[in-house]
């Protein structure tokens, strides 16, 4: 994998789209154009103290002359979400990369089904922009508390017209989503897409079991938790020197590369956005522990993320 470009951009626009929501948009100062985004794309946001967060792009894929996302205030998150609404107005110049994408829309498809709970909906709302200018059969399910904290919803109306399905949890009148509604044997050439809370995808999952393979495709935002996993030693083979690297219980392969002098491109740390995968063999006997929510199950047969997942007993990397 190759470093990602990252380009110094100003932000031109700064407005509140829900409460504890803020849109952003970003443009260069001399370039007329940007990368273009595929729907589905995020980009990395460096923060001055070095740290680098991933935001979906959810304006239109097609307008490559600026990029927008929408940030939720997370009180008590890690951080990045609370710089973005304190420090950035308009004028604010941001290191941002290069769009990467890991929640593409199927080529091919024949009917696409969007499924986006709250925050999540940014994503989303990319993939809905693209489709409907395309013509392509799509209905988006948009579930949120209310109108009133539903980001982005007036431009998805827009959009989608009476594609658009707005589920409510709460009022005097809530309309919950039923991810059972989903028809557990869709129409050959069905694509389902869901981001949002863990609670909803979850859900999704579970009620599009029976799918077929390849056809079921989610975007997480936080890291996997799981509190039981415990952290074995294992070694870390390097297909290109013959090297074999020790990586201690309580340090991840990324780290250990990185002491050995291998620069490998990475962003978030914690398997959320897949910078740092790359391929993967691993001996008989041995495993691979995937512990991100950035790959999918068909990628993790040959790929794997260092920042987090490791293995028991050898795993050659392909560096």
């Known amino acids: ?92 110049v941001v290191p941002v990369s290069a769009p990467r994408n890991n929640f593409r829309l199927a080529e091919g498809a024949r009917q696409h089904v969007l499924v986006a709970g709250g925050i999540g909906i940014t994503p989303i709302a990319a993939m809905a922009r693209h489709l409907a200018r395309c013509g392509e059969a799509f209905e988006l399910h948009y579930c949120v508390r209310d109108e009133a904290s539903a980001p982005l919803l007036p431009e998805l109306r827009a959009a989608c017209g009476t594609r658009l399905h707005l589920w409510r949890s709460g009022g005097d009148v809530p309309s919950r989503f ?23 995808v979850d859900a999704v999952l579970a009620a599009s079991a029976g799918w077929p393979a390849g056809s079921v495709h989610v975007e997480h935002f936080a890291p996997l938790y799981d509190a039981g996993f415990v952290p074995e030693a294992f070694q870390l083979g390097i297909a290109s020197t013959g090297a074999t690297l020790e990586v201690p219980a309580g340090r991840s392969a990324l780290d250990v590369l990185r002491e050995h002098g291998f620069m490998h491109p990475s962003s978030c740390g914690i398997g959320v956005c897949g910078a740092c995968e790359c391929g993967y063999r691993v001996a008989d006997g041995s495993t691979v522990i995937h512990r991100d929510v950035a790959i999918d199950d068909t990628a993790r047969v040959h790929r794997m993320t260092p920042c987090v997942s490791r293995a028991r007993g050898r795993v050659l990397l392909d560096l």
């Open 178 to 200: 039923d991810p059972h509604r989903l028809s557990p044997l869709p129409q050959p050439g069905t694509h389902l897409y869901c981001c949002g809370p863990h609670r909803l």
């Open 1 to 92: 994998m190759t470093p990602r470009l990252i380009m110094k951009l100003e932000v031109s626009a700064v407005a509140d789209a829900a409460p504890g929501v803020r849109v952003l948009t970003f443009r260069h100062r001399l370039r007329p154009t940007l990368p273009k985004p595929e729907p589905g794309a995020h980009v990395d946001l460096h923060l001055p103290d070095g740290r680098v967060r991933q935001y979906s792009l959810c304006g239109d894929p097609a307008d490559a002359t600026r990029y927008t996302i929408a940030v939720k205030l997370e009180p008590e998150g890690r951080g990045g979400s609370r710089w973005v609404h304190q420090q950035l107005q308009p004028g604010a």
